[in-house]
């Protein structure tokens, strides 16, 4: 098995990894379904043939509580599964959402400031902070998923380990 990683993986706000292996689709996914139930306690999952989705089993749930995300992939001789973590699909609409809006904000207030500029009206003479304000709010929510991140590290960790561990035990036996 070989894996493959970039810093640019790892400053993202949904980190990935990719890992190679020689077994099948159905193979990996057939030992992953054995490998996650014998550790039910632990961890808790769906598994079908494209994809995987594994969590960690806690006795709380945050906002950044994480799952990891599984995809299979065939590529030539080598069967890619790419990995990403992130949280519920739910929490991961609602950053999106955030950064959305507060950019469209951040677009229409500077704009409102560069065209008052160009013409000299002083209509708007908020404008230039409230696109502060926006690019404040953009780096707060940035701040709230790194923090939630920061939180989860030990369980994202756990969630690694279960990858490698459920690709390198079967990959061993063949």
């Known amino acids: 098995m070989k894996t493959e990683e970039?810093?640019?993986?790892?400053?993202?706000?949904?980190?990935?990894?990719k890992m190679f292996t020689h077994l099948s689709k159905e193979e990996y996914a057939e030992n992953l379904s054995k490998y996650l139930k014998e550790h039910k306690g632990e961890f808790s999952g769906n598994v079908n043939k494209e994809v995987a989705t594994i969590c960690v089993e806690t006795k709380?749930?945050?906002y950044w509580k994480p799952r990891l995300s599984l995809r299979i992939e065939a590529e030539e001789d080598d069967i890619v599964i790419r990995g990403v973590f992130g949280p519920s699909s739910a929490v991961w609409t609602f950053f999106m959402f955030l950064y959305f809006s507060f950019s469209i904000l951040w677009m229409t207030f500077f704009t409102m400031y560069y065209v008052e500029k160009q013409i000299k009206s002083y209509e708007f003479p908020w404008?230039?902070?409230?696109?502060?304000?926006?690019?404040?709010?953009?780096?707060?929510t940035y701040a709230?998923?790194?923090?939630?991140?920061s939180k989860a590290k030990d369980e994202m960790?756990?969630?690694r380990k279960?990858?490698?561990?459920?690709?390198l035990q079967?990959?061993?036996k063949i």
């Not at 970039?6 to 990894?17: A, E, M, N, Q, V």
């Not at 279960?162 to 690709?167: I, K, N």
């Open 6 to 17: 970039t810093t640019l993986d790892k400053i993202r706000t949904r980190p990935r990894f």
């Open 60 to 62: 709380y749930d945050n």
């Open 127 to 140: 404008a230039l902070n409230a696109s502060f304000l926006m690019l404040i709010c953009i780096a707060a």
């Open 144 to 149: 709230a998923a790194r923090f939630g991140q």
């Open 157 to 159: 960790q756990k969630l």
């Open 162 to 167: 279960f990858a490698e561990e459920s690709t």
């Open 170 to 172: 079967f990959e061993k």
